[in-house]
């Protein structure tokens, strides 16, 4: 079993700020890649950013390069997506995820982040 709790979302004005956090427990030992996945209204699930435990660097979208920071307390198994300058297309349900290359990607159950205009 595979639980991932997150936490952080909620609404703010674009330009502003929010740090999402995403604590994982249960069987993970193998699981080496966290990252976030976002889901607007009427769109599909898309990548904002992975970061592998150890030894690699991490990888944005395009939309959220220079904006977004992703980074991870290994010892906690607890990521995080510190989020600047947002803009009200940023707003989605964000979605951590955690897995190891070519298996299964085990999902939070999502935290909603709102950007006014």
């Known amino acids: 079993q595979v639980q991932l709790v997150e936490s952080g979302g909620g609404l703010v004005q674009a330009g502003g700020s929010l740090r999402l956090s995403c604590a994982a427990s249960g069987t993970i030992f193998s699981m080496n890649i966290m990252g976030w996945y976002r889901q607007a209204p009427g769109k599909q699930r898309e990548l904002v950013a992975t970061i592998p435990r150890s030894g690699g660097s991490a990888v944005y979208a395009d939309s959220v390069k220079g904006r977004f920071t992703i980074s991870r307390d290994s010892a906690k198994h607890t990521v995080y997506l510190q989020m600047n300058s947002l803009k009200p297309e940023d707003t989605a349900v964000y979605y951590c995820?955690?897995?190891?290359?070519?298996?299964?990607?085990?999902w939070g159950q999502g935290t909603q982040v709102t950007v006014s205009s």
């Open positions: 995820t955690i897995y190891a290359p070519n298996s299964r990607s085990y």
